[in-house]
């Protein structure tokens, strides 16, 4: 998988219904289970976007806060598929949108471990700086997994992939 900045930028599409689909993919030389320890391991998270506190099993709600923001604030999330180290699926309810869910799912294709990240949107969802955002996030998840260096802040990281999403 190309690891520039076109094809890691967030595809939108859209949806029969009219909303909006996100997919981001990343890949990784590691094995499926350090990714997804990465992606679920309390220590791990903390590193790269937050902290949840709740129960850790299907049906199991929650506080999650994204402890990166600038003014970190927890919400109610709701574990809504779990089946380790292959797929997690989260909901959460996020104040002035639609409850949020979130489907993460991990493959192995050939000698990579790929992440697909699924967010659905409303029709007239800007979602745009909601694909910044998590791209952000991803990059910070990539540097916890192939332990490399983080991404910069946010407005660093904003100047430098804004352009390629219309933002400048």
């Known amino acids: 998988m190309s690891?520039?900045?076109e094809t890691?930028?967030?595809i939108v599409t859209r949806l029969d219904d009219g909303r909006q689909r996100l997919e981001f993919r990343r890949s990784w030389p590691d094995p499926v289970d350090d990714v997804w320890a990465a992606l679920t391991e309390p220590d791990r998270m903390a590193r790269?976007?937050?902290t949840y506190d709740g129960e850790r099993a299907v049906g199991g709600t929650g506080t999650f806060t994204m402890t990166h923001?600038?003014?970190?604030?927890?919400?109610p999330m709701r574990i809504v598929a779990c089946d380790p180290p292959r797929r997690l699926v989260v909901e959460w309810v996020q104040e002035d949108t639609d409850a949020w869910r979130v489907d993460l799912d991990?493959?192995?294709e050939g000698d990579r471990t790929v992440l697909r990240f699924v967010q659905v949107f409303g029709a007239e969802a800007d979602v745009t700086d909601f694909a910044m955002g998590w791209h952000w996030y991803l990059e910070k998840f990539g540097a916890e997994v192939a332990g490399t260096p983080v991404p910069?802040?946010?407005?660093a990281f904003l100047a430098q992939v804004g352009?390629?999403?219309g933002r400048d």
Do not use: K, N, V
């Open 106 to 108: 991990l493959t192995t």
């Open 48 to 50: 790269w976007i937050g």
């Open 152 to 155: 910069g802040e946010w407005e």
């Open 69 to 75: 923001e600038e003014q970190p604030t927890g919400e």
């Open 3 to 5: 690891e520039d900045l």
């Open 8 to 10: 890691r930028r967030g």
């Open 163 to 165: 352009p390629a999403y």
